[in-house]
């Protein structure tokens, strides 16, 4: 499913790059907005589907029900927030602050106009996906999410270009996308006999919050990590220019991409230890490590090689001017060296979350965004320049993989060797 939630942003930076440099700087300013509201929304969905998944096994499908109920207030609470950037002074305010000027800070402004109008959208479907994977329902969420995905990328071109809406079009497709995904969400649950949660309030939501709170935190952090180091580094990249801008954004989006597979393999990590450690098959937790070092690799190394050698290809799709594409090139160039080393962290956060110890999965956020990232980004932006700002992306990686393989260590070596009897 993350796939198709991150195939909307995609998708627009295809269509906006064609644009020119300045539109493609605005969204990749805007980006971390998505992201914030995206990393909110998961989080709180991953806590109800563990709630109210627990309480179904127990056979409190009551107790379930209380449960997406109160998380629809939660979500509501979450998003509204996000809302004051349509506000022209904030939402113009702060792309100046993170170093936008002129045309750049109006078409930023245009573009998260319409996409935070999107959030409690995306919200409201989250919340339809809990309920039916907490039954054990995957695949209708899915259907429904590409079809959301195919209007948009429909629509994009079609309000952009015939209709010269410009940016403002992309995001306007991003919204329509996601209304359309949750109408068809919505007509599923009615024809499965279920009912979107009523607007009715309990006292006792308040005490669900703090549960679902418990789950969600530790997915939140993991999950805002990565737009806050974007909106960091965007802010050093700004003063490069709209074409830096907009190189970075291109390669944001090839290396999520990217990575898509190996968020899959930590979090099958999760169920696959929660289970393991529960039987006391300890040899079955390490052989499953092994694993997913294996099968992590088998995805990376060929991408990663594919980035180095021809990174041009790869920002084909991506047909913005000249210097965009000659500057993408680079950063995917840089970046890719990094592939290698990224499923450390990622094998860490499952592991940490299967073994019910999210807290050690932590340190490898903070070193990788407060101690790398940004310092570095900007200390060797004043010795190399923009090269300095692509190449920090690959060292910061490879600090943190030092580190989450260090916090893996600690975290097997209470295990036994041998199994439980």
């Known amino acids: 499913m993350y796939i198709f939630q991150n195939l909307y942003e995609f998708v627009d930076t295809m269509f906006i790059s064609w644009l020119g440099p300045v539109p493609l700087a605005a969204q990749g300013l805007s980006l971390p907005l998505f992201y914030v509201a995206l990393s909110l929304s998961k989080a709180v969905q991953y806590g109800l589907i563990g709630l109210a998944g627990s309480h179904r096994g127990a056979g409190n499908h009551d107790r379930a029900e209380d449960v997406l109920q109160a998380g629809q207030y939660l979500m509501v609470l979450l998003m509204l927030p996000l809302l004051i950037v349509a506000v022209p002074a904030v939402g113009r305010g702060l792309f100046a602050f993170m170093g936008a000027a002129g045309g750049l800070v109006d ?22 996906e809990a309920m039916l994977v907490s039954r054990g329902d995957t695949q209708t969420p899915m259907k429904t999410m590409i079809g959301g995905n ?6 994009d071109p079609v309000l952009m270009f015939g209709f010269d809406m410009g940016i403002a079009g992309a995001a306007i497709a991003t919204l329509i996308g996601w209304s359309l995904a949750v ?27 703090a549960g679902m ?13 990565s ?9 050093i990249l700004v003063d490069f220019g709209a074409a830096a801008v907009g190189a970075w954004t291109i390669m944001s989006r090839l290396e999520l991409f990217s990575f898509m597979p190996l968020f899959g393999v930590g979090s099958a990590l999760i169920a696959f230890i929660s289970f393991n450690t529960a039987a006391g098959l300890y040899h079955r937790i390490r052989h499953g490590l092994l694993v997913a070092v294996g099968v992590s690799a088998a ?32 950063a995917i160039q840089a970046a890719a060296w990094a592939h290698i080393v990224c499923p450390a962290e990622l094998i860490l956060f499952g592991l940490a979350q299967g073994l019910k110890k999210p807290a050690y999965y932590l340190p490898a956020v ?56």
């Open 107 to 128: 078409q930023a402004y245009i573009y998260s106009f319409w996409l935070v109008l999107s959030f409690p959208i995306m919200a409201y479907f989250m919340l339809g």
């Open 150 to 155: 195919i209007v948009n990328l429909v629509l």
């Open 183 to 209: 109408l068809i969400l919505i007509r599923h649950l009615r024809r499965q006999g279920l009912a979107m949660p009523t607007w009715q309030w309990k006292s006792h939501y308040r005490a669900e919050w």
């Open 213 to 225: 709170a418990h789950l969600s935190v530790y997915i939140f952090i993991s999950q805002i990590s």
């Open 227 to 235: 737009p806050l180091a974007l909106a960091l580094v965007n802010s």
């Open 299 to 330: 995805f990376v190394l060929p991408i990663m090689a594919f980035f180095i050698l021809w990174p041009d290809i790869a920002a084909w799709p991506f047909q913005a001017g000249g210097d965009v594409r000659l500057l993408a090139a680079g």
């Open 366 to 421: 903070i070193v990788r965004l407060f101690v790398l990232r940004y310092p570095l980004a900007y200390a060797l932006a004043g010795f190399y320049g923009l090269a300095g700002v692509f190449w920090s992306q690959p060292l910061a990686n490879l600090g943190t993989a030092v580190v989450s393989a260090a916090l893996i260590a600690v975290l097997l070596r209470p295990l036994p060797h041998a199994d439980a009897v």
